[in-house]
């Protein structure tokens, strides 16, 4: 095995153990500002999430990357693989245009609150103007799906059951 590739099976397998540490800290401090959450586990996760990072500058000679953090913390990183059939009814319908306005309304939502936090009034304020522009796009998104599914409803004829006799058991 050559030192390149022993290097990236230790960058591999720091950044396995990295990832989980980084989304349950992550995720608890999200949930603790929120009002829920467990404040008792902060130092625990911190330490492990510490541990992980200096075991990736230990396995490779620098701490992760920007790119490497960010793609640990995408809550859209598991995108589904569609068909070209799927993916096309996705976009006819509006499911797609849904999911996107979506995704922005997370994004706006977490700038509001970091902003929030440390009192960035122009973040702020741009945040709230993404989360008007990402709210208008679900509301349209979401007519167009109401109006795609209203037109197959109405394309498909209601198959009703037969009437049984009143005499006739099942």
């Known amino acids: ?11 591999h397998r720091a950044l396995e153990d990295l990832t989980p540490a980084l989304r349950h800290l992550t995720a608890n401090l999200m949930r603790i500002t929120r009002g829920a959450g467990h404040p008792y586990r902060l130092v625990e996760e911190m330490v492990a999430c510490l541990r992980a990072m200096q075991e990736h500058r230990d396995a490779v000679g620098y701490g992760p990357s920007t790119e490497e953090i960010q793609a640990a913390l995408n809550p859209d990183e598991l995108e589904e ?43 702020i304020s741009r945040a709230e103007m993404d989360m008007r522009s990402a709210t208008d796009r679900l509301e349209e998104a979401h007519e167009t799906l109401r109006k795609f599914h209203a037109a197959r ?6 198959q009703r059951p037969k009437k049984r006799s009143p005499g006739k058991r099942a």
């Open 1 to 11: 095995m050559s030192e390149q590739s022993e290097a990236e099976v230790a960058r």
């Open 81 to 123: 693989d569609f068909t070209e059939e799927e993916m096309n009814r996705r976009y006819d319908s509006g499911t797609w245009d849904r999911e996107r306005a979506l995704v922005e309304i997370r994004r706006a939502s977490l700038a509001m609150t970091a902003a929030m936090l440390v009192n960035q009034r122009l973040q």
């Open 153 to 158: 409803r109405a394309a498909t004829p209601v």
